[in-house]
């Protein structure tokens, strides 16, 4: 059963992902039959190629995708690098799991309320200060270049950045590194960046390569915050897709094979800059250079991170104070009055979507766990290295979701699953599983064997040991690792809503709905909602392991030491 | 016109034919017998989601068929109508004919030609609901009108929408009354108006509403577009807009994304003027806070365009009792008042009130005037939409003039 678990992982996976792409590549060649077109032709991409800005689109999402990436890695490495374990540091450490659970789109609805022209920034200093009675007609928000956009997703994209590299570092044995370092005369943060660095990044590069290509085919965040003449290219593809005009899902088709050479792009283009970085870099990690700069890493380190949390925070109350707000307008600081008029409203509507948000979370997220640990503990008692077609776990990570997720609707009508739950949860779990796995995997795999090698010489059968010894050590960052799936499950709208027909309503499917009204404070009232629930599965995977009374110690050695 | 749609007739009404042994539909004509399928069935209603006022009708229409029909009622709340397009043409592109995910759908305009031209929708059936006469269609044909195409059937009425203006009264005392009117007051007023960025639904209908103010060629509107005449009847249009784009908000380098999102810029102080399909759209937002007591609507001088928006049935819903049932009550008296009022949600009514019975029409009588929403006879100067073709033409000449900025 164990061995075909790997199996069971890739099929799950790989063919949902194949199959929409087919589907979409068919029609991006001019194979639509219901249309009318058997031919293959090349007309959809004519009519792409006029459209106006493809151009742009294409640059936007190219590079807002790139510079999130790189702004957002940056920010982690330096502030890990001069994180002291100084009250702050810890403080802003815990800040990643809430940062993690609030959504996309609430972070983008909240960021740009924070920086909008008529926003919580200007307010703060308006008109005592600016002199502003009205808000300045100012280009801040959906700006041409996607300013706006990048600076949402490195919001975003730093804490989970954050959270893989925090679940990479005990490996290192960073401690013992450091020492050496400091021993021969290097600053504590020149010392982090050349002997801690150069192995940690190998460890985090699949979540980098993940994130570029979710940051270069974003919808959400990119409708919020992207720019508008023209939008970024997945926005314009989700338009096409939808446009009642139907022979425009052959241009739409082809846009999505284009979002995924874009997408490929960036990831090739990534990999070049890391190439170029590692030339560069060692000359600089040899050079003997010992105190350099350190104050300067240090102080942009900190500062770097915090300002990426206090802005994400600050949207989140932006949001809060929407929900409640009465009357509330320019240059106001704060609502003229509170009510809790959106709150109540919302209630009677809130019962079924959460029921089901929770469902598929849970359900999604458990079969997830559960495969990863199989598949992990497979590899383990077959003592395999990682296989190399692992990598295609993280094929729907990889694969743009606008790319697929419209073929896959037909494919699955094809093979006649009616759009119904247990389709919503196959869907999410393509989505889910990579993460919990990536997550998950490299604690597993450095779990100390000793302990169930003294397991077994006492006779106890794998099965056993498994139960009563790895998975006992095991359970905090298993736990993490299904708080992230959970929050993965909860965030999706896409998958949901196409894989489901509308009819599995869930938190974020409401929130996104009802966002097409713009009515921020029903908006507030919602997202709050949306990330209410994922930091409960956060603070429950804190919580669980010390109720539970988990021992902490995870290698024999230093219980006989200690 | 006419020959190419009793042409369309026919063809629907072979095809209706040809198909109805293998799914036996109801027979509308039989309404009895279509309650009686009705009873027990689940029907899915795709209809936009983005108002929590229209969220919360829908939400008392489904405890009424619960209650009456027996018949529950599912709203599928959608982000855009189009979407609900794509996915019945998704469904028979895999050839998912008679299972269908869709039972109803809330529609107009050019996703209802759309859906019509690719024979996606179930028909004709309207005709045929007991309560479509309180309509009177004869004397209202906007109800059996949609973009200057006939519905032939294939939509019932629902709800009339129509452009209202909105501003501060508190800050402008002479509000634009044309189109016209508007550039001027833009240029005395930078940055304080704009509308939605094509191919948004509420932005397309401002460009309509220019161009039949500012085109001496209005017949031609009504018919098919014709790619010799279009350059010669937009022009002033195009014209117009470079003269009043720098005059809008953001430079008009950047365009609100929905109709909905100018009433928050509109609460925000970005905007002193908006407008919106909704008559009572700006009555509401104060009510819920979001715009100040001293909001005021009113329609331009020369009338505003205005439209009716329906429901339909996709051809392979497997409820189609139960959605012609919802259809039904949706235009009875007690449905179609409390959507007019106010209270819940403020959606004009379709039925020709003064032609019910009086206990009916009592139904309809409001309380106070909400002094934000329209006078009672300012609708009364509805313009007619163009031919939905006028629509996508437009799009694609804006985008290309003003889809990079």
Known sequence: ?562 | MKPRSALATAVALALVTLTAPAVAEPNPQEWEAVLADADGQTVYWNAWGGDARTNRYIAWVAEQMQENYNVRVEHVKLDDTSSAVARVLGEQQAGNDSEGSIDLIWINGENFAAMREQNLLFGPFAESLPNFALTYPDENPEVVTDFTLPTEGYESPWGKAQITFYYDSAQIDTPPQSIEELLTWAKAHPGQFSYPRIPDFTGSTFLKQSLIELTEQDDALYAPVEDAKFEEITAPLWAYLDELHPHLWRSGRSFPDSGPNLRTLMSDGELSLAFSFYPTDAAVAVMEYELPESVRGYVLEDGTLGNVHFVAIPYNSPHTAGAMALANFLLSPEAQAQKQSLSMWGDRSVLAIQQLEPSDQALFEQGDHHPSALPADALSSTLAEPHPSWMNALQEAWLERYGVN
Do not use: C
């Open chain 1, 1 to 562: 059963m164990l061995r075909l678990a790997p199996l069971l992982i890739l099929a799950l996976l790989v063919i949902p992902v194949t199959a929409g792409l087919g589907m979409v590549l068919l029609p991006a060649f001019g194979y639509l039959p219901v249309l009318g077109s058997e031919q293959a032709n090349l007309s959809a991409w004519q009519m792409l190629f006029a459209q106006p800005g493809l151009g742009r689109s294409v640059t936007v999402s190219f590079v807002s995708g790139l510079a999130s990436t790189a702004l957002a890695l940056l920010i982690v490495v330096l502030f890990l690098a001069a994180s002291q374990g100084t009250w702050l540091d810890r403080s802003l450490r815990r800040l990643v799991s809430p940062l993690l659970a609030i959504p996309h789109a609430a972070v983008a609805f909240g960021f740009a309320f924070l920086i909008a022209p008529s926003g919580l920034m200007a307010r703060l200093i308006s008109p005592w200060l600016s002199g502003w009675e009205a808000p300045p007609d100012a280009l801040i928000v959906n700006d041409p270049w996607g300013l706006a956009l990048t600076f949402g997703l490195v919001l975003k994209e730093a804490p989970f950045l954050l959270l893989m590299s925090l679940a990479a570092l005990p490996q290192l044995q960073a401690e013992q590194r450091l020492r050496l370092a400091r021993s021969l005369g290097y600053a504590p943060t020149l010392a982090w960046l050349k002997v801690v660095l150069p192995s940690l990044y190998p460890l985090i590069r699949l979540p980098v390569y993940a994130v570029i290509a979710y940051a270069t085919s974003v919808v959400d965040m990119a409708l919020i915050l992207g720019p508008r003449l023209p939008p970024t290219l997945s926005v314009s593809i989700l338009g096409w897709f939808n446009d009642p005009d139907l022979t425009r899902r052959f241009m739409a088709s082809a846009a999505a094979v284009l979002q995924l050479g874009v997408t490929l792009a960036a990831l090739i283009s990534w990999w070049l800059l890391e190439q170029l970085a590692r030339r560069l870099g060692q000359r600089w990690l040899t050079n003997g250079e010992r105190t350099r700069g350190d104050t300067a890493v240090r102080l942009i380190g900190r500062a770097g991170f915090s300002v990426a949390s206090v802005a994400a925070l600050a949207a989140l109350v932006g949001l809060v104070l929407f929900s409640v707000a009465g009357f509330w307008r320019f240059p106001e600081l704060l609502p003229q009055s509170f009510t809790v008029d959106h709150w109540q409203r919302s209630a009677s509507m809130l019962a079924g979507p959460l029921a089901n948000t929770a469902l598929i979370a849970l359900l999604s997220t458990g079969l997830a766990a559960v495969l990863v640990v199989a598949t992990l503990e497979n590899e383990q008692r077959q003592q395999l290295h990682p296989t190399r077609s692992l990598w295609l776990l993280y094929l729907p990570l990889l694969v743009p979701q606008i790319a697929f997720l419209y073929g896959l609707v037909v494919a699955a009508e094809r093979w006649g699953i009616r759009p119904q739950m247990a389709l919503v949860v196959a869907g999410h779990l393509l989505f889910v599983l990579p993460y919990v796995y990536l997550s998950l995997a490299e604690t597993y795999r450095r779990l100390d064997p000793r302990w169930l090698y003294i397991a077994q010489s006492l006779g106890v059968s794998r099965r056993r040991a498994f139960w009563r010894v790895r998975l006992p050590l095991i359970i905090a960052p298993l736990l993490t690792s299904v708080a992230v799936g959970l929050a993965v499950s909860i965030g999706q709208y896409l998958p949901t809503q196409l894989l489901g027909a509308g009819r599995v309503p869930t938190v974020t499917t409401e929130a996104v709905a009802l966002a097409s009204g713009s009515n921020r404070r029903l908006i507030g009232v919602w997202a709050i909602v949306q990330a209410g629930l994922p930091l409960l599965g956060f603070m429950l995977a804190i919580a669980l392991p010390r109720w539970l009374g988990v021992p902490k110690r995870t290698t024999p050695t230093t219980q006989s030491q200690g």
